[in-house]
């Protein structure tokens, strides 16, 4: 099972990958490009929208057109009519070299992000949050994260997976959806023997966990148990993010990145920041949760 490319984007680094039901479109960010892209499978328009910095994460909201958007530096409220940003609160002030990365909401639509520590020493001293439905903003009791990734959960809420991609492990633990409090933590999937490292994740409607592994030219499906079930195989080496699409939910999409390639790499990935997207056979997701503040 192979993806093809459906947008010759080209980004630096596509990522965020999210299919919105309700436009029946996927949108998804070049976070060095600073743009916010959207293609729509049925006209097959794409559009973009520019952004004031990096934005690096986003998630839907109650409102078609107004995402929850995570620029480099802050969180904010972005009406795709008008382009008008509502501020919400800046992030990690405190740290010169870190910027938000990896997001998604969880069952009870609350926002739950992590940040990037971009020095190249890697020290991981960024963090993860939630932003909660009455827009307060508080650290989750987890190890602190270098390049934080894969940040998503069971279907029932009850478990959330996340990842320090520098550890080359993605690791899940207990999570009350009732109050969001952070139980038991503990090793889903050692990456350390395999070609690519663990960047952004999904799950589909059977519990299983979508991850693309950077470096890996794949996006890999594991059991709840961590067993590695199937591969898709993505045409270029650095796939970033998955997403389930499409009307069945049954397409999976797939953005990449050429970022950090040299000029024989490029030429040799000239599709690398693309677009990509495979129909899945009998499979399919779950609907994106909005943010629910």
């Given at each position: ?22 436009t ?84 009870q639509?609350r ?20 932003l909660?439905?009455d ?9 602190g ?57 999904a ?34 080496s ?56």
């Open positions: 099972m192979q993806a093809s490319l459906i947008v010759d984007g080209r980004h630096e680094l596509g990522e965020c990958a999210i299919w919105c039901d309700r029946q479109s996927v949108f998804w960010t070049d976070i060095q490009g600073g743009r916010l892209w959207n293609h729509h499978p049925g006209t097959r328009i794409t559009r973009s929208w520019d952004m004031p910095e990096r934005l690096s994460v986003f998630a839907l909201t109650a409102q078609t057109n107004r995402l929850l958007i995570g620029l480099a530096s802050r969180l904010a409220f972005c009406d795709l009519d008008s382009g008008e940003l509502t501020p919400i609160c800046n992030v990690e002030e405190d740290l010169s070299g870190t910027r938000l990365n990896d997001g998604r909401c969880d069952r639509g926002f739950v992000f992590g940040t990037l520590n971009e020095d190249s020493g890697r020290a991981p001293i960024g963090s993860f949050y939630r909660n439905q827009l307060s903003l508080e650290r989750l009791p987890l190890p994260v270098a390049i934080s990734n894969s940040i998503c959960f069971s279907p029932d809420g009850l478990r959330m997976y996340y990842c320090d991609t520098m550890q080359e492990q993605i690791m899940c633990c207990d999570y009350d959806p009732v109050t969001g409090a952070i139980g038991a933590q503990r090793l889903f999937v050692d990456l350390h023997d395999e070609k690519g490292s663990p960047d952004g994740s799950i589909d409607s059977q519990g299983y966990l979508w991850n693309a592994q950077w470096g890996g030219a794949r996006v890999v499906r594991y059991a709840p148990d961590g067993l590695m079930d199937r591969i898709v195989a993505v045409p270029v650095q796939p970033s993010c998955p997403a389930f699409g499409g009307v069945g939910l049954n397409t999976l999409y797939v953005t990449t990145a050429h970022e950090g390639m040299n000029a024989r790499q490029r030429q040799e990935e000239p599709a690398a920041g693309g677009l990509f997207a495979v129909e899945l056979d009998g499979l399919r997701g779950l609907q994106e949760v909005r943010f629910a503040g």
